[in-house]
């Protein structure tokens, strides 16, 4: 589980953020970790679901964006 997910630097020391969906365990244990508000992650999960449940042409054809981009649109 130690290689499940990216290392973040984040105030000067790392911390793992996995996908839940991929690597159910590792998920969930990088939920506490300082790296982007409990909204945030919501948020983060909640574009994962609905990505989902595009086929892969819809979501290719969608306009190119970052996650930052879309959490502060989301926050508007």
């Known amino acids: 589980m130690e290689s499940m997910g990216a290392l973040v630097r984040w105030n000067g020391g790392f911390h793992r953020v996995a996908d839940p969906f991929?690597?159910?365990a590792a998920g969930f244990?990088?939920?506490p970790n300082p790296v982007?508000?409990?909204f945030d992650k919501a948020?983060?999960?909640l574009f994962r679901i609905?990505?989902?449940l595009k086929s892969p042409d819809e979501v290719?054809?969608?306009p190119e964006t970052s996650t930052l981009s879309r959490l502060q649109l989301s926050r508007r």
């Open 22 to 24: 991929r690597h159910p």
């Open 29 to 31: 244990a990088s939920l």
């Open 36 to 38: 982007g508000s409990p």
């Open 43 to 45: 948020l983060v999960g």
């Open 50 to 52: 609905k990505a989902l």
């Open 60 to 62: 290719l054809q969608g």
